[in-house]
């Protein structure tokens, strides 16, 4: 099924470079992702209001009777992907243009780019730090301070992680069908859409 940009109300202003990153294409791939988790992170953000008071009242955490096979089973995840597996020095910090640069030419094996706590996820800062990684995952990204001096990234820089905001944040400046869009299908949805293709294509991945 072909999703529908206009599908997708938006209520929050837009500049001209931002609204590149709520392109028609990505407008629908959005619509996608909240048509098929929304209701249902809404759904489990209610359980787990009704889970907390169970617990208050005497109750104990468990793991699932359903996911017993798992538990039990013989199994493994897929290897790392090779620039994931020295992850010795990894830092953080918020996805502001210059700060992008810095971490990334730290000399750390790993930057995570941080969409929610150190970011303050205004409207303006999620849609331009969505700009701002796209321009580092095609190393376009540049910065010129205050005083002059110039930044840009190095030939070697550190593995590139994304932190999307967590389960219990929503972007009340997007919204689908007449529900509130989680801002971690935002964040992950806009990152995933606009930059996969070209990091798989440069040896890494889309990486969260």
């Known amino acids: 099924m072909t999703e529908r940009a206009d599908a997708l109300v938006v209520k929050g202003a837009l500049t001209e470079a931002q609204a590149a990153v709520l392109s028609e294409p990505a407008r629908a791939f959005l619509v996608g992702l909240a048509r098929t988790f929304s209701a249902r992170i809404h759904e489990l953000r209610a359980a787990r209001v009704q889970r907390a008071v169970s617990l208050r009242q005497g109750g104990r955490l468990d793991f699932l009777p359903e996911t017993s096979a798992i538990r039990d089973g013989d199994w493994r995840c897929a ?3 090779e620039d994931l597996l020295d992850r010795r020095v990894e830092i953080t910090g918020p996805a502001d243009r210059k700060m992008i640069i810095n971490a990334l030419n730290s000399g750390a094996n790993v930057f995570m780019a941080d969409l929610e706590d150190s970011h303050a996820p205004t409207w303006a800062n999620t849609i331009d730090g969505q700009i701002h990684l796209r321009d580092a995952v095609r190393r376009t990204i540049s910065f010129v301070g205050e005083n002059g001096k110039q930044y840009a990234l190095n ?3 550190a593995v590139l992680v994304v932190r999307p905001r967590g389960f219990h ?10 529900l509130i869009v989680p801002g971690m299908l935002v964040d992950f949805g806009l990152y995933f859409f606009h930059n996969a293709e070209a990091l798989i294509e440069r040896g890494t991945g889309p990486y969260f």
Not at 169 to 178: N, P, Q, R, Y
């Open 155 to 157: 030939e070697k820089t």
């Open 169 to 178: 944040l929503d972007e009340k400046h997007l919204s689908v069908d007449g």
């Open 79 to 81: 290897r790392l992907p």
